[in-house]
């Protein structure tokens, strides 16, 4: 059975820091893309992070760049997201995602075959 558990979200100010933690368990998860997705409230899911398997290859959202960095260590089967200068508009639902035997990044949530439950990340102002 597989599972995602997240966990690193909480209640920051503005400018402040939060490292996300998405542990992963019944895949191989040194084989699999990972990504980072947030859902605010009354929006659509949004992409904000990818890395493939071997940590090379690295993208994130236009919004995010320079502030968040997305990482991982296959030794604990960890994705990591580091997130930096968080502003209000940071505030959503942060899901992690994982798409097994793929050595490609995504962008797109339908390329992800597994996902956490969420943690929530609020930014005051």
């Known amino acids: 059975q597989v599972q995602l558990v997240e966990s690193g979200g909480g209640l920051v100010q503005s400018g402040g820091s939060l490292r996300l933690s998405c542990a992963a368990s019944?895949?191989?998860?040194?084989?699999?893309?990972g990504g980072w997705f947030r859902q605010a409230p009354g929006k659509e899911r949004e992409f904000v992070a990818t890395?493939?398997?071997?940590?090379?290859?690295?993208s994130s959202a236009d919004s995010v760049k320079g502030r968040f960095t997305v990482s991982r260590d296959n030794a604990k089967n960890t994705l990591y997201l580091q997130m930096n200068r968080l502003k209000p508009e940071d505030t959503a639902v942060y899901y992690c995602?994982?798409?097994?035997?793929?050595?490609?990044?995504?962008?797109?949530?339908?390329?992800?075959?597994?996902w956490g439950q969420g943690t929530q990340v609020t930014v005051s102002s």
């Open positions: 995602a994982v798409r097994p035997q793929s050595p490609y990044t995504s962008r797109l949530p339908d390329d992800y075959d597994y």
């Open positions: 890395i493939s398997w071997s940590s090379v290859t690295r």
């Open positions: 019944g895949l191989t998860f040194s084989t699999c893309t």
